[in-house]
């Protein structure tokens, strides 16, 4: 799993584009679910890959546009011979704002410009001839005039789930990598992955797992795009059957740096956030090598991931300073867990408490919740007040939902 596929995705996109013979060399295969349920595919031209995602744009009316419309789970295809390499993406399209699908309207060709305003794509036609008519009468009536973008022609972004890169090999040995996340790659996002093995690490194996790690593992607020990984390895007999606290066999995360560098080696320990952890990979992951993990993990029982919270809270608070954006929305999906007993990724359960906040503090949790997603930079200095009072409040909050559900116990 690597820790930028953005990253390589661009540079493979780079290479192909200048090592292509096709006039045509952003081309990729959108495929998209009917309205029967069958998967369509077709081409359009990738505009732009961001942190985010990967943006094209089309007519909001064809039968491509009106499958997101329905169904926002889109795969693209991408195969680049000159270099070797097919690249696949799963995730959801969402449509771009004005602004941006304007800007990608104006670099259109004229041509490409009138096509769109005189043509209904995907409908039905008579014969070609009255096609050809109905694009030069709207190229001789338009003259040279500016032609404005219409409302249905847009952009979608697609914010990936996976990105898979297959490297081509004659022998047919092809060799695949690549990232998979729940709710989508996030600008700020650590890469967490879970490794459950069946016996103890001896002390050797722990000093070589850092060593290793702290080299492919992007730096806190490093500007060389390197997601931070967060391991963790469980041995499988101290988690099932299931026993609360869980242990952890092994960790590694980007917090943990500064001691690693001074020779620090992380022993087991009794976990209790591991609880939350596991709870979702049972529920929500990939598997990379091996068995799905929830056919070889015992369920979690709500009761002990409010617990784990509860004993997680101090702790959590305590590292307030210098990590607000992350405390701030942990504590948001805290609240949400127990509160309806839903663990979901930290800007969803920051969009659920927003409307749960008076005004003073839905701003700054939106703020952190933007952030999150790579559409605002946060800053926190002079904050000190109004973060510790939102933090306050939703501790509160989560407190009192714990009091409320072991009451009704």
């Known amino acids: 799993m690597m820790s930028n596929p953005i990253n390589k995705f661009k540079s493979c996109w780079d290479k192909a584009k200048s090592n292509s013979t096709l006039k045509h060399h952003s081309e990729v295969c959108i495929n998209t679910i009917d309205e029967y349920g069958f998967p369509s595919g077709s081409f359009v031209d990738l505009k732009a890959v961001d942190d985010i995602g990967f943006i094209f744009c089309i007519n909001l009316d064809s039968q491509k546009g009106r499958d997101i419309q329905r169904n926002p789970k889109v795969g693209l295809t991408f195969w680049w011979e000159a270099i070797g390499y097919q690249v696949r993406v799963n995730g959801i399209a969402t449509q771009i704002p004005y602004t941006i699908s304007g800007k990608h309207w104006k670099e259109r060709p004229r041509d490409a410009q009138i096509t769109t305003i005189s043509c209904k794509q995907s409908q039905p036609l008579l014969s070609e001839y009255d096609l050809n008519k109905q694009f030069e009468e709207a190229k001789r009536n338009i003259g040279e005039m500016q032609i404005p973008k219409p409302e249905n022609w847009g952009g979608f972004i697609v914010k990936p789930n996976s990105i898979e890169f297959l490297t081509f090999k004659e022998s047919r040995l092809h060799i695949r990598d ?73 960790i590694y995360g980007e917090w943990l740096r500064n001691g690693f560098e001074k020779g620090q080696i992380q022993e087991p320990i009794d976990d209790p956030d591991l609880a939350i952890v596991l709870a979702q990979v049972s529920k929500n992951s990939i598997s990379l090598f091996g068995p799905n993990a929830s056919d070889i993990l015992d369920p979690v ?109």
């Open 301 to 409: 029982p709500m009761m002990d991931i409010r617990r784990a919270i509860k004993e997680s809270l101090p702790g959590l608070i305590e590292g307030l300073k210098g990590d607000e954006r992350n405390v701030i929305l942990t504590l948001a999906r805290m609240w949400q867990t127990v509160s309806i007993g839903k663990i979901s990724p930290k800007d969803v359960a920051a969009k659920w408490a927003l409307p749960l906040l008076p005004k003073e503090y839905s701003t700054l949790l939106d703020l952190a919740r933007k952030a999150y997603r790579g559409e605002y930079v946060d800053k926190w200095e002079g904050l000190d007040s109004e973060v510790t009072a939102l933090v306050k409040h939703m501790k509160n909050a989560i407190e009192t939902c714990l009091i409320q559900t072991k009451e009704k116990r």
């Open 178 to 250: 690549g990232s998979a996340v729940n709710g989508g790659l996030r600008i700020n996002s650590d890469v967490d992955v879970l490794v459950i093995v069946n016996h103890s690490l001896p002390k050797a194996t722990r000093k070589k797992l850092i060593d290793r790690l702290m080299l492919i593992s992007g730096k806190i607020g490093n500007k060389d795009s390197m997601r931070p990984l967060e391991v963790t390895v469980v041995k499988h007999s101290d988690i099932v059957p299931w026993l609360y606290p869980p242990r952890n066999e092994f």
